[in-house]
């Protein structure tokens, strides 16, 4: 069953509504995410985005297959995608309301700083497993 969650940026330029699949936030330890978000970039997947004014959406090309959207006013980290758009990850902590949210996966891990390390349960997937999980390639 899903549901459509309310969010934005910080300055309120930005507002989405997103339409889950599942109420579960993974994060990413790349070095990108990392630097992009200040930390690790906790991410929830959509079925669906509605974005108010797109006009005020800022797109960096991070990668071959992935682009990061944020907002051009106050720099909120805000998405991160798929360029032909068959994924798309929003900030979790942009959400009006994080409660109930499970925290699932962990991607990159091969990457991840040994400075930290949560405590929960999750599955985890190194780099190169999860470039093939969303190109559909191999490891």
Not at 7 to 35: I, S
Not at 58 to 70: K, L, M, Q
Not at 113 to 137: C, D, L, R, S, W
Request: aromatic letters at 12%; glycine letters at 10%; a negative charge.
């Amino acid at each position: 069953m899903s549901e459509t969650l309310s969010g934005g940026c910080l300055c309120g330029a930005v507002r989405f509504g997103a339409r889950l699949a599942k109420r579960e936030m993974g994060v990413c330890h790349c070095g990108m995410c990392r630097r992009w978000s200040g930390g690790v970039f906790m991410a929830v997947e959509v079925e669906h985005l509605d974005i108010a004014d797109e006009t005020k959406l800022g797109v960096y090309r991070s990668s071959d297959y992935g682009e990061r959207v944020f907002c051009v006013v106050c720099g909120s980290s805000l998405f991160w995608r798929m360029q032909d758009g068959s994924t798309t990850v929003v900030s979790y902590q942009a959400f009006d309301r994080t409660a109930d949210f499970s925290f699932e996966t962990e991607i990159f891990i091969d990457e991840k700083p040994a400075a930290y390390e949560f405590a929960n349960h999750t599955k985890k997937m190194t780099g190169a497993q999860f470039v093939a999980a969303i190109t559909g390639g191999e490891v």
